[in-house]
């Protein structure tokens, strides 16, 4: 039996604290202007976390357990009007 991977604390995931993140949450929370062509860039959460945290949206989408609860709950209200 192998020994339990030990990952350095800025490695992990914000969420589990026990494994390593290897993702970002792509939940947008913002929009930055940019001053060279003036166009709308989405900012974005980019919490740390692992596989086991991250809820997959589809291609390369991830969202962190806290937006994916949002998200959730905002399609909810959606289909309620």
Not at 7 to 27: I, P
């Amino acid at each position: 039996m192998n020994p339990p991977e030990i990952v350095h604390y800025s490695e992990r995931c914000w969420f589990c604290w026990k494994k390593k993140a290897t993702l970002l949450c792509d939940f947008v929370v913002g929009w930055i202007w940019t001053t060279i062509d003036f166009q709308r860039t989405p900012q974005t959460c980019d919490r740390h976390i692992c596989e086991k945290c991250a809820t997959h949206l589809g291609g390369d989408t991830h969202f962190c357990p806290i937006h994916a609860k949002e998200a959730k709950q905002r399609l909810e209200v959606g289909k309620k009007r």
